[in-house]
């Protein structure tokens, strides 16, 4: 699990708060992603990036704003969330978006709860 | 559009038996299959996939799968189950028609595996 590293791994917030979470990876893949997870449904792709760039937005709430300052590193921005936005959020990375048959490798996850 | 299911939400065996955990998918061209498997607090961790050649694939842990294009199935299988594999298991899917990136998770299997 050293390869993709999350923080902080437990986050208590308020609607009206604005937090952040961080992702690093250290296996120099090209291509991140942030995925959230609620109980007993299939992971939901939130958004894409390949070399800092952002490919894919899934119909996210501007609730949330990624950035991607370099390719090693990936950030999700909260602010005014919902209780329902409470969640495990998990990052990934893989070597290149454009080669289909690669392996994702995913953080610990940050369990995120809105009160 | 591509989908992949797993019917069922939690499976039981006991220690030493063997292990199914069932997975079907649709794709439009050719899949790209994999299984991943969540440990408690953890992220997902990659366990084997299938790209193409023999249908019969070996992963981590002592698991295997096998890819049945006839009845569109990714079946993960253990010969002897231990409870140490008690754990969440996701089937996973990308479709060659579509971008790298468009993984399409299950909702995920529990095996409860008794001693």
């Known amino acids: 699990e050293t390869g993709v590293t999350q923080t902080p791994r437990h986050l208590v917030m308020g609607m009206t708060n604005k937090k952040s979470l961080k992702c690093e990876q250290h296996?120099?893949?090209?291509?991140m992603y942030w995925y959230k997870q609620s109980a007993k449904k299939p992971l939901e792709l939130m958004f894409v990036?390949?070399?800092?760039?952002?490919?894919e937005n899934n119909s996210v709430p501007s609730r949330f704003s990624p950035e991607c300052p370099n390719s090693s590193h990936l950030f999700l921005h909260l602010h005014t969330l919902q209780p329902e936005d409470s969640a495990l959020y998990l990052c990934?990375?893989?070597?290149?978006?454009?080669?289909?048959?690669?392996?994702?490798?995913f953080g610990p996850g940050t369990r995120l709860t809105v009160l | 559009a591509q989908s992949v299911a797993q019917p069922e939400d939690q499976v039981n065996v006991a220690e030493g038996n063997p292990l199914t955990v069932k997975c079907t998918y649709s794709?439009?061209?050719?899949?790209?299959l994999f299984w991943y498997v969540q440990y408690p607090n953890r992220g997902l961790q990659f366990l084997l996939k299938?790209?193409?050649?023999?249908?019969l694939v070996k992963g981590s842990y002592g698991f295997e799968a096998e890819f049945n294009k006839s009845q569109t199935s990714f079946h993960l299988k253990k010969p002897s189950a231990l409870v140490s594999d008690s754990a969440l298991y996701f089937c996973?899917?990308?479709?060659?028609?579509?971008?790298?990136?468009?993984?399409?998770f299950g909702a995920g299997t529990r095996p409860f595996v008794k001693a």
């Open positions: 996973a899917v990308r479709d060659s028609n579509t971008g790298g990136f468009k993984t399409i």
């Open positions: 296996l120099g893949h090209n291509a």
């Open positions: 794709v439009s061209g050719n899949p790209y």
């Open positions: 299938y790209i193409t050649g023999d249908n």
């Open positions: 990934a990375s893989s070597q290149a978006l454009s080669a289909n048959t690669d392996t994702q490798y």
């Open positions: 990036y390949s070399l800092e760039e952002r490919v």
